[in-house]
């Protein structure tokens, strides 16, 4: 049929005046037809008329629906998880949202009764996707905000039921909660949380002991750090564990605290093996700059770039040089480049610093750092290694 020339077709967009146009009889059928069809939607909807009520009503709601979850049996693959994951975030939301302003006692502890899912959640559901860690996270984090949000908090039950999630977390999604909860535990709630967790550990043997020994070696750390209690902090390294990775980190405390030479003590310590050598550089430039010694800087300076052709350490290496040397030092430093190791590194520092001379005559010399291979993809700009490479001499700069 022909639409009249005089008609007037609707867009049909589902803007809020539009739907609140509709009116609240024919909006109350259109809910009861899909809380009919959608299980999600209609607990959403029992859970308001819940919240309209009172914040008992509503407590009573999300308590009963999570205490459902926790009784379900039998193992779901990751297909399945979505579902699940929406729910909890739906009730995560409605505990921080209606209840908590209504109740905030109550928000408290539905929240907690919603974090105490983790384990048998997660022994049940394979979360490969994250969606049902990055719910519990979240609710580690709202939770912490809520115990914020109290007038006057119980730090000894804040930090007793701290342990308690911690402990029964097997998977790690709690392992923020202490930095969300800390404004609330304060340093008093922050030491009874340390007595309990040794109190814990002492109380326990065999393979619990060593499982727990995993959670006090984090957490005893990060007490420490929210205390910023750096000797604390060096109370946890094991001495006959020590390695440039603790040593780093621990150096990294002393220069924020001021206690440079402390941390070049703990750089310069000798260890076994180095697995972060370009960290410990840093940091002992870090730790010279704090201390004001300006020759040992500079020394450090051409060393990092010595070592990785560091584009901001030569800058700052030719910066502190006297008036008049600094064109020369930097002509010998890019010629220096030009014979460093890894051609695909020295290319890609010429082109950024920017030198398209010399990295043309790079290309020309050493024409292997053009034959495939995983790295050249990764270290050159997206224009250099997306090019084909053609039969004959070598393209310049001018090329590209």
Same mark, same amino acid.
């Given at each position: 049929?022909?639409?009249?020339?005089?008609?007037?077709?609707?867009?049909?967009?589902?803007?809020? &005046?539009? +739907?609140?146009?509709?009116?609240? *009889?024919?909006?109350? %059928? @259109?809910?009861?037809?899909?809380?009919?069809?959608?299980?999600?939607?209609?607990?959403?909807?029992?859970?308001?008329?819940?919240?309209?009520?009172?914040?008992?009503?509503?407590?009573?709601?999300?308590?009963?629906?999570?205490?459902?979850?926790?009784?379900?049996?039998?193992?779901?693959e990751w297909d399945k998880v979505g579902p699940l994951a929406r729910e909890l975030?739906?009730?995560?939301?409605?505990?921080?949202?209606?209840?908590?302003?209504?109740?905030?006692?109550?928000?408290?502890?539905?929240?907690?009764?919603? !974090?105490? @899912?983790?384990?048998?959640?997660?022994? %049940?559901?394979?979360?490969?996707?994250?969606?049902?860690? *990055?719910v519990f996270r979240q609710g580690g984090e709202d939770l912490g905000g809520l115990?914020?949000?109290?007038?006057?908090?119980?730090?000894?039950?804040?930090?007793?039921? +701290?342990?308690?999630?911690?402990?029964?977390?097997?998977?790690?999604?709690?392992?923020?909660?202490?930095?969300?909860?800390?404004?609330?535990?304060?340093?008093?709630?922050?030491?009874?949380?340390?007595?309990?967790?040794?109190?814990? /550990?002492?109380?326990?043997?065999?393979? =619990?002991?060593? /499982?727990?020994?995993?959670?006090?070696?984090? !957490?005893?750390?990060?007490?420490?750090?929210?205390?910023? &209690?750096?000797? *604390?902090?060096?109370?946890?390294?094991?001495?006959?564990?020590?390695?440039?990775?603790?040593?780093?980190?621990?150096?990294?405390?002393?220069?924020?605290?001021?206690?440079?030479? =402390?941390?070049?003590?703990?750089?310069?310590?000798?260890?076994?093996?180095?697995?972060?050598?370009?960290?410990?550089?840093?940091?002992?430039?870090?730790?010279?700059?704090?201390?004001? %010694?300006? &020759?040992?800087?500079?020394?450090?300076?051409?060393?990092?770039?010595?070592?990785?052709?560091?584009? /901001?350490?030569?800058? &700052?290496? #030719?910066?502190?040089?006297?008036?008049?040397?600094?064109?020369?030092?930097?002509?010998?430093?890019?010629? /220096?480049?030009?014979?460093?190791?890894?051609?695909?590194?020295? #290319?890609?520092? !010429?082109?950024?610093?920017?030198?398209?001379?010399?990295?043309?005559?790079?290309?020309?010399?050493?024409?292997?750092?053009?034959?495939?291979?995983?790295?050249?993809?990764?270290? @050159?700009?997206?224009?250099?290694? @997306?090019?084909?490479?053609?039969?004959?001499?070598?393209?310049?700069?001018?090329?590209?």
């Amino acid at each position: 049929m022909a639409a009249s020339g005089n008609g007037k077709r609707g867009t049909g967009r589902m803007t809020l &005046d539009a +739907i609140q146009a509709l009116g609240q *009889a024919r909006l109350a %059928r @259109l809910v009861l037809a899909q809380a009919e069809r959608d299980a999600l939607f209609a607990r959403a909807v029992r859970m308001e008329l819940a919240a309209k009520d009172d914040s008992g009503a509503l407590a009573h709601e999300i308590d009963k629906r999570l205490k459902t979850i926790r009784r379900s049996r039998g193992f779901v693959e990751w297909d399945k998880v979505g579902p699940l994951a929406r729910e909890l975030d739906q009730l995560r939301e409605t505990i921080l949202g209606p209840l908590a302003e209504t109740s905030l006692s109550q928000a408290v502890d539905s929240m907690k009764l919603l !974090l105490s @899912l983790a384990e048998p959640v997660f022994d %049940r559901y394979d979360d490969s996707s994250g969606s049902l860690g *990055a719910v519990f996270r979240q609710g580690g984090e709202d939770l912490g905000g809520l115990w914020a949000r109290t007038d006057v908090p119980d730090v000894e039950q804040l930090a007793g039921d +701290i342990l308690t999630l911690i402990e029964g977390d097997g998977y790690g999604v709690f392992d923020d909660l202490p930095d969300a909860a800390s404004p609330a535990l304060g340093q008093t709630g922050r030491a009874a949380l340390r007595r309990m967790l040794l109190e814990r /550990q002492a109380g326990l043997t065999g393979p =619990e002991r060593r /499982q727990f020994d995993y959670k006090v070696g984090w !957490l005893l750390p990060k007490l420490a750090d929210l205390d910023g &209690d750096v000797d *604390a902090y060096i109370a946890t390294v094991d001495p006959d564990r020590r390695n440039t990775l603790l040593n780093a980190q621990v150096a990294a405390r002393l220069i924020a605290q001021g206690r440079a030479v =402390e941390a070049l003590d703990w750089i310069d310590a000798p260890v076994e093996r180095s697995h972060n050598e370009r960290e410990i550089a840093d940091l002992k430039l870090r730790a010279f700059e704090a201390l004001g %010694r300006r &020759d040992d800087v500079q020394a450090q300076r051409k060393a990092i770039f010595d070592r990785w052709l560091d584009a /901001q350490a030569l800058r &700052d290496w #030719l910066k502190a040089l006297p008036d008049f040397e600094d064109v020369a030092a930097e002509r010998q430093a890019l010629d /220096q480049a030009m014979t460093y190791d890894r051609a695909t590194s020295a #290319l890609a520092f !010429l082109i950024a610093w920017p030198d398209l001379k010399r990295a043309g005559k790079l290309t020309r010399e050493r024409f292997e750092i053009w034959k495939p291979g995983p790295m050249t993809f990764c270290v @050159l700009p997206p224009r250099l290694c @997306l090019r084909p490479i053609r039969a004959g001499p070598p393209c310049s700069i001018a090329d590209w």
